[in-house]
């Protein structure tokens, strides 16, 4: 109970601490952002939202904002719980000349948003991670999960596992193993994964893990029973750090121990200590703090004393999540303007600067973050983007994650056809006619 009124006070005072600016300059733009310090997820979740916090104030120290106006953050606090997700949204839409855009950095919220920002015309922005079948425009015209889905991260495990074995034909009589946050975030895989086993023959196991994931010691036990050749996780927060510790007890091979890219930061591998070397998991981005849009961060805020969490936790892998959100949020903010000659654009507008936006190479330069990520389209149709997706591996005794694959491209042939018929499912479930992109 004190835990709930504690987050409820920290919600309202993260809400109405920056009204007063709000009302007073119309011309800022309202950027609420939804996210978690408090709570079992909290320790994912604070660098995550440091990262997101300091590229914003970075832009409001060093360039006045974007184009000239500046931004003006609003912090709600969810505890990564849907329902104060859900309040959030709706205690901040209304704020300054209306929200932007929302991140809801969690898939549990993204749901519940669709729908209602689709009516409030304020493009939801899920980056790789809510509902995957939202890459399809012409159903989701207000929501963007680029720069690829879990179908997507799901194929590329598939595909990595195939190539180590000797090829996809290998993996016939294979057995894989997905431990799985029991929520719709960790069950997003399952579908894609199951079309994927009938396709390449390998045998499938489900093992769910309950929230906040401290108990898996039944799980870990029936993995050393059944022996599978590979075992990829869905899992957030400390269940993250508990299977990998939890994997070592069983000395299961942690370079067949893959995680979606919300288990692969410092936080999950540290705790393992040397036992959770070369673990693996995906990314779409690089970690370190060795590109200039890390100096100008440190520069600008922190030696201006106005960042948002540790100095020496710069470079980390979910702070520079939360880096590549609000450089790809700020620049479709930026794209909004330009193609509305306006300083002031609406949600609405927003929208088609997310639908239009094309960070490629040399924007990315620009912008500090060469080499960073991989460019960026994304169009009417598909709101995902490329749906590319990487491996990077822990080395305990260097304590960093560097990159071992190039960037795989996803098994378009199941994914687009799980696309298209979960998507058009959903249009006929609320009775929505799929637009025409031209």
């Not at 912090?75 to 000349?97: F, L, P, R």
């Not at 895989?189 to 199951?194: D, H, S, Y």
């Not at 799980?219 to 996780?233: A, G, K, S, Y």
């Amino acid at each position: 109970m004190r835990l709930k009124l504690l987050t409820k006070a920290l919600a309202v005072a993260a809400v109405a601490m920056p009204l007063t600016t709000a009302v007073a300059d119309a011309a800022e733009l309202t950027i609420p952002g939804t996210i978690y310090r408090t709570g079992p997820y909290a320790p994912n979740g604070i660098p995550w939202a440091n990262g997101i916090a300091d590229y914003y104030a970075m832009l409001n120290e060093r360039d006045g904002g974007i184009e000239g106006t500046k931004i003006n953050y609003v912090e709600c606090e969810t505890a990564y719980n849907t329902k104060q997700g859900v309040e959030c949204y709706e205690n901040t839409k209304g704020i300054g000349s209306g929200a932007l855009v929302y991140q809801p950095m969690s898939t549990g919220i993204t749901y519940q948003l669709i729908p209602k920002a689709t009516e409030d015309k304020i493009p939801v922005f899920s980056m790789g991670y809510g509902r995957t079948s939202a890459a399809n425009g012409k159903v989701f015209p207000y929501v963007f999960n680029m720069p690829a889905t879990y179908w997507d991260q799901a194929s590329v495990f598939v595909k990595y596992a195939g190539e180590k074995e000797g090829g996809m034909d290998k993996l016939k009589g294979k057995k894989i193993a997905l431990v799985y946050h029991n929520s719709a975030y960790g069950k997003e895989p399952i579908r894609t994964l199951e079309e994927l086993s009938k396709k390449h023959g390998f045998e499938l196991m489900l093992l769910a893990v309950d929230h906040p994931g401290q108990e898996q010691k039944a799980t870990w036990l029936q993995i050393r029973r059944e022996r599978p050749d590979w075992v990829f996780m869905w899992g957030w927060g400390v269940m993250n750090q508990v299977a990998i510790k939890e994997a070592s007890s069983i000395r299961y091979p942690m370079d067949h121990f893959i995680g979606v890219w919300w288990s692969g930061s410092e936080n999950d591998v540290t705790p393992a200590g040397e036992d959770a070397h070369g673990y693996l998991s995906a990314t779409f981005h690089a970690s370190g703090d060795n590109f200039r849009a890390h100096d100008d961060i440190k520069k600008f805020v922190y030696d201006k004393g106005k960042g948002h969490g540790d100095r020496d936790r710069i470079g980390e892998v979910l702070y520079n999540r939360g880096i590549v959100a609000a450089m790809w949020t700020s620049e479709a903010i930026r794209n909004a303007m330009r193609i509305h000659n306006t300083k002031n654009p609406t949600g609405e507008q927003v929208r088609d600067g997310f639908e239009s936006l094309n960070v490629d190479a040399k924007r990315l330069a620009v912008l500090g973050l060469e080499g960073f990520t991989y460019p960026l389209q994304v169009t009417c149709e598909n709101h995902t983007g490329p749906g590319k997706v990487a491996l990077q591996q822990w080395d305990a005794k260097k304590g960093e994650w560097s990159l071992v694959t190039d960037f795989y491209s996803s098994d378009r042939d199941v994914i687009d056809k799980l696309i298209a018929e979960d998507s058009m499912a959903y249009a006929k479930e609320n009775n929505i006619t799929p637009r025409t992109c031209n």
